[in-house]
């Protein structure tokens, strides 16, 4: 059964427009939740995470949203640039070691 | 500084046959992972290492899959024998603290058993 879930398997966005990636989780165990960006043939690169004990975190033009009721989290990109297109993982842990990832959702930026 | 390093980067085995994967850590991180994607489908954890000690192998798939951190640096992932279903992408991952801390991968290893 899994505890995490990203159901859009791929997105296509226009250069400059807002990219937003959705994911979703069942387990409310989980108080740490990280988005990866993973290119072609290179491992998944850390993105940004948030705890549990807030609902927004920012970086530059990556911002991710928690909402704990929905068990839902979501990462917006804005402006998207060609650049960010990659495939993109959300992870949750319930603070410890054992990462628990989606499955992906493959983001393509149109220039 | 050096990230995680994998070899070999691909690998491709026929059914049966034997399979090592090394992995090197960032330097200084006692914490060692290794995970696995198959074909579309979600990273997978495989077993956490704390130096040399596994901590947490819950996630390796059977007895055909034995891996070791002698020493405390890398890590080695053996397959044998190596079944069709094996096949995936094998990362490896490591940090210097657990507890949900960022972990950072390294490029992975492509295995193609047939």
């Known amino acids: 059964d899994q505890q995490v879930k990203q159901n859009s398997p791929s997105l296509s966005v226009q250069e400059g427009r807002i990219s937003i990636l959705n994911c979703d989780y069942t387990n409310s165990m989980f108080d740490y939740f990280l988005w990866y960006k993973k290119y072609p043939a290179e491992g998944p690169t850390f993105l940004i995470s948030i705890s549990s004990i807030k609902d927004k975190n920012e970086d530059g033009r990556f911002t991710v949203f928690l909402n704990k009721s929905a068990k839902h989290l979501s990462l917006h990109i804005v402006p998207s640039q060609p650049g960010d297109s990659a495939v993109y993982f959300c992870?949750?842990?319930?603070?410890?070691?054992?990462?628990?990832f989606g499955t992906g959702t493959r983001l393509k930026v149109l220039a | 500084e050096a990230g995680v390093t994998q070899f070999p980067s691909h690998s491709v085995i026929e059914k049966g046959q034997t399979v090592t994967l090394r992995c090197d850590p960032i330097s200084g991180h006692d914490n060692l992972y290794w995970y696995r994607r198959v074909m579309g489908k979600e990273i997978k954890f495989l077993l956490h290492f704390v130096k040399e000690s596994k901590q947490d192998e819950s996630g390796m798939p059977n007895n055909r899959f034995l891996a070791e951190r002698t020493g405390g640096t890398y890590s080695t992932l053996k397959v044998q024998p190596a079944e069709l279903e094996d096949s995936g992408v094998y990362f490896c991952?490591?940090?210097?603290?657990?507890?949900?801390?960022?972990?950072?991968f390294g490029p992975g290893t492509r295995l193609l058993v047939l």
């Open positions: 992870a949750a842990t319930p603070g410890t070691y054992k990462y628990i």
């Open positions: 991952a490591s940090s210097q603290f657990a507890g949900g801390k960022t972990q950072y």
